[in-house]
């Protein structure tokens, strides 16, 4: 089984629709994060989250927000969906390594269309 | 801020050419981690490599090849006789020590031709 998993894999949903993606891990990781990747622009950081309390903004969190339920859940929402959060959505992990800052583990990615 | 540019938007060669993908850097901190992570056309996200800023070794693993320059803020990446399989997008990113946060650049496209 995969480490990260992410669900849905593919949505479909309408302007102004409210849209959950959901993140689990069994890396037993304590940072999580989302991303999202749009052509030629690479990924950017949504939101982090370094353990179950602590949630903070990344680069472009506007008409997003996350809960993290648990250590191996974190989810992010869009309360009312628009056609330019058309993308790629990743959720990754991560800990601190054996040398300080560790490689960044990504799931499978969640392609959100919204019309 | 920290900031990755990654130059080379497509390289295409042929079978068993040398691939190198460019990536420049800018950051304010002194100490900070480097990596490089592949995206197939599957989409997952793949690491490869992780490099920090205090140690300038280049490395060779495998056909993957590194030339870390923090002179002149570089950190390239060389495929060694490339493979259709190496086809894939190059994300070249950036993370400070304390904030763990990575930053990506654009990513290169490399199509390898058999």
């Known amino acids: 089984d995969a480490d990260v998993t992410q669900t849905p894999r593919n949505r479909i949903t309408k302007t102004g629709k409210r849209i959950m993606l959901e993140c689990s891990q069994t890396k037993g990781h304590d940072r999580m994060y989302w991303y999202r990747q749009d052509p030629g622009l690479g990924l950017q950081l949504i939101y982090y989250s370094f353990d179950v309390k602590d949630i903070n903004k990344g680069e472009i969190s506007d008409g997003y927000s996350v809960s993290r339920q648990a250590q191996a859940k974190f989810s992010l929402s869009l309360e009312s969906a628009i056609p330019n959060q058309t993308a790629l959505y990743f959720c990754?992990?991560?800990?601190?390594?054996?040398?300080?800052?560790?490689?960044?583990?990504f799931g499978p990615g969640t392609r959100l269309t919204v019309l | 801020a920290q900031k990755v540019t990654q130059a080379q938007t497509e390289i295409s060669v042929v079978e068993k050419e040398d691939v190198t993908l460019d990536c420049v850097y800018e950051?304010?901190?002194?100490?900070?981690?480097l990596f490089w992570y592949k995206q197939p056309p599957s989409g997952e996200l793949v690491f490869l490599i992780r490099?920090?800023?205090?140690?300038?070794q280049n490395e060779i693993s495998g056909r993957y090849s590194w030339n870390f320059q923090k002179s002149t803020s570089s950190f390239n990446f060389t495929i060694t006789a490339s493979q259709v399989v190496d086809s894939a997008v190059y994300f070249c990113?950036?993370?400070?020590?304390?904030?763990?946060?990575?930053?990506f650049g654009a990513g290169t496209t490399v199509t390898v031709r058999a």
């Open positions: 990754a992990t991560s800990d601190e390594g054996l040398a300080g800052v560790g490689e960044q583990f």
């Open positions: 990113a950036l993370s400070g020590v304390y904030d763990y946060k990575l930053s």
């Open positions: 490099r920090n800023s205090f140690d300038e």
């Open positions: 950051t304010r901190d002194t100490t900070y981690y």
